[in-house]
């Protein structure tokens, strides 16, 4: 099994570009999460999807949009990406909400 | 609103030394509490996950306990060796249980 794996693993935008983020897990989780780790702040979660078809609005979703078509996909776009939005992002998942997290490797985003 | 402080922020020590990491939170109302191994530019690594019900938990020379009526959480590293130089997050599961809050960390550094 790869586990969780993330695509891309490092990428600079320009201010106002836009972008997608790919997470894909095969190990058949129901629960997938999208956080974001900036220096002194810790991990703080974007957004995460209960299941196939269905997302919800984490702790920092503004700028930012997903969509959960499979099950073992959960994409993060950003539609006119900002300054604010550089930062390592970090997908994880899990079979149901109480159990252990998988994260995958990260992406590094830098915007300029 | 669920707040995680760890401390000490940093620590550094000589091999073979016994370790206590600390981590408090602020609402007691938890599900569990994860704790991660972040190495340099990686992904986050599961070491433990205690559940509300339980006082410890323990893997390897890992210990975890859990008293979630002060909580207070701590991670213990018996005979700690330079492979255990990272940075360590805890993650109470709280707050309609799809959301794990991270504190920012203790950064370890064991030296030979």
């Known amino acids: 099994n790869a586990g969780v794996t993330q695509t891309p693993k490092f990428r600079v935008l320009k201010t106002g570009q836009s972008m997608t983020l790919l997470c894909a897990q095969d190990?058949?989780?129901?629960?997938m999460y999208w956080y974001r780790q900036d220096p002194g702040m810790g991990l703080r979660l974007i957004h995460y999807s209960v299941g196939e078809g269905t997302t919800a609005k984490g702790e920092v979703p503004d700028g930012y949009n997903v969509s959960r078509l499979k099950k073992q996909n959960f994409l993060l776009g950003l539609e006119s990406a900002a300054p604010s939005q550089t930062s390592v992002y970090f997908c994880?998942?899990?079979?149901?909400?109480?159990?252990?997290?998988?994260f995958g490797p990260g992406t590094r985003l830098t915007v300029t | 609103k669920q707040e995680v402080t760890q401390i000490p922020a940093a620590l550094s020590v000589p091999e073979g030394e016994n370790l206590v990491l600390n981590c408090s939170f602020t609402?007691?109302?938890?599900?569990?509490l994860q704790w991660f191994r972040q190495d340099p530019g990686k992904g986050l690594t599961s070491l433990l996950l205690?559940?509300?019900?339980?006082r410890e938990q323990t893997s390897g020379r890992l210990n975890a306990s859990l008293d979630k009526s002060s909580g207070r959480s701590t991670l213990y590293i018996a005979a700690s060796q330079p492979g255990d130089s990272a940075t360590y997050l805890c993650?109470?599961?709280?707050?309609?249980?799809?959301?794990?809050?991270f504190g920012a960390g203790t950064r370890l550094a064991v030296h030979p």
């Open positions: 205690i559940q509300s019900s339980q």
């Open positions: 993650a109470p599961l709280s707050g309609g249980y799809n959301k794990l809050i």
């Open positions: 994880a998942s899990n079979p149901r909400a109480t159990y252990e997290q998988y």
């Open positions: 609402d007691s109302a938890i599900y569990n």
């Open positions: 190990m058949n989780h129901e629960y």
